[in-house]
Every structure is written in structure tokens, then in C-alpha cells.
């Protein structure tokens, strides 16, 4: 052996896993049908990304309950994907012990049956976002507790979301009459 060949094991560096890439694994290990990966951003904060199947999605999120009690839930978005919709919860762990973990996790539904499980019972915070995305998509969170409109009115046509990028989202025809039915009224007056 040459000393070019000598291996010191002193000299090697071993690198311990960041609290994001021991995160990653505990959910990819109770989860493997789930797609997890960490991503590291230009600033060189990690996020760890799950893509989970929705027959999974409130056991994940029970999961990370799990793993931090005082998980907190940030943040739901809906999304038009084409043939299916999609919610995005950002939720940020361990943030006792900085730096935190981010954690985005993405389900989706085909729109042909846009359900959803509900995770209220877990994180409360996410029911307003759920009304949210069931108002907007019409993604249908199902169990949730109150399924009532948030920002859009009563009146609002049935059937007919937002944020839809079909042939259930708002119509040209809608976009042209903006406003009507719902009146501006000028100085108290219509």
C-alpha cells in the first residue's frame, strides 16, 4: 500500500443530517408511497417537499402532529392542474429549535371527484382554508365541519369557481358583466 493509498478515517468529515433531511426520512420511511425530497433554496434554507397520495393525506398530517406537537400550519392554496386539483399546506416544525423545518405538502384529486380529507380535527387553522379552496377550485374536503362560503356571496352562481381554469371557472360572458347582479351603489344610492 502507497501512502497515497493510506485511509484516514480522522481525516474524513462525516456530515450529519440537517433536522430538514432527518424530517424527509422519518416521512419517507412511514409514508413510501408518498414522493418526499429536500430542497434547498437560494438562500440556503432547506424545505422538505411531499407529494403524498390523498388516501394518505390526513395520516401524513397527523404524522407531523406527531413528530412536533406545535406544528404550525401556515397556509393552504388550492390549484388548477389541468385534469386534477391541487392543495398546497406549508406548515413550519421544530421552530423551538431554529433554524425550523419547512414543510410544503401537496395532494391532489382528479376533478372528476375532487375529495379530499379534512384535517381540521388536526390543525383547526386549516379549515379556512379548505372553505377557501372548496369556494374557489371546488375541491370538497370531506368531514369538514363547516363547508359555508368565505369570501364569495350567497348569491354567487352554484357550480361556477373562480380560480378554475375550465369550463367551471368564471365565463367571459361573467368577466364582461362585472358586477352585475351585485349593484354599486353611490352615495347610498343605487
Partial sequence: MSADEVHDPVAEEVKEPTKAEEVAKKIAERFPSASVEVKTNKWGRQRVWVRV?????????????????EAHYS????????????????L???YRDAPAVSLIVDVHAPKDD???????????????FEREGMEMVGLDFEGAPDKRRLFLPEDFPEGIYPLR??????????????????????????
Fill in 53 to 69: 397520495p390523498r388516501e394518505d393525506y390526513k395520516a401524513l398530517m397527523g404524522f407531523i402532529k406527531e413528530l412536533d406537537p
Fill in 75 to 90: 397556509i393552504g392554496i388550492e390549484q388548477d392542474w389541468g385534469e386534477e386539483l391541487g392543495f398546497l399546506a406549508h
Fill in 92 to 94: 413550519v416544525i421544530h
Fill in 114 to 128: 375532487p375529495v379530499i380529507p379534512d384535517i381540521s380535527d388536526i390543525f383547526p387553522i386549516a379549515l379556512q
Fill in 165 to 190: 381554469l375550465d369550463d367551471k371557472g368564471i365565463s367571459e360572458e361573467m368577466v364582461k358583466n362585472a358586477g352585475h347582479p351585485y349593484l354599486i351603489k353611490k352615495g347610498g344610492k343605487e
